[in-house]
């Protein structure tokens, strides 16, 4: 079992920039595929980003395609949200997630969430 606990969200304004981080319990890591999903008010929650056990494949959705980038470092248990070009529509709540079985995309259903963390882009 992991547990996963969020970091880093908050107020920006349009065009900004925030990097989430998410900090993960245990010492298996590096077996876990990991991934960012966010929840607008309103809205079912939708996958953002995910990474491979080893870092080397890397999946988003098309809206943030160009603007965010997931990375991991398995030595310090921990994988990124690093946005940019924020806009308005990207306020939501963002959940960090692991899954053993499969890399996380669309429509995945992970394994093990976070409690979440705040992003609120301000046009």
């Known amino acids: 079992q992991v547990q996963l606990v969020e970091s880093g969200g908050g107020l920006v304004q349009a065009g900004g920039s925030l990097r989430l981080s998410c900090a993960a319990s245990?010492?298996?890591?590096?077996?876990?595929?990991m991934g960012w999903f966010r929840q607008a008010p309103g809205k079912d929650r939708e996958f953002v980003a995910g990474i491979s056990l080893s870092g080397g494949s890397t999946y988003y959705t098309d809206s943030v395609k160009g603007r965010f980038t997931i990375s991991r470092d398995n030595a310090k248990n921990t994988v990124y949200l690093q946005m940019n070009s924020l806009k308005p529509e990207d306020t939501a709540v963002y959940y960090c997630?692991?899954?053993?079985?499969?890399?996380?995309?669309?429509?995945?259903?992970?394994?093990?969430w976070g409690q979440g963390t705040q992003v609120t882009v301000s046009s």
């Open positions: 997630a692991a899954d053993t079985s499969s890399p996380l995309r669309v429509g995945s259903k992970p394994d093990y």
């Open positions: 245990g010492r298996t890591f590096s077996r876990y595929a």
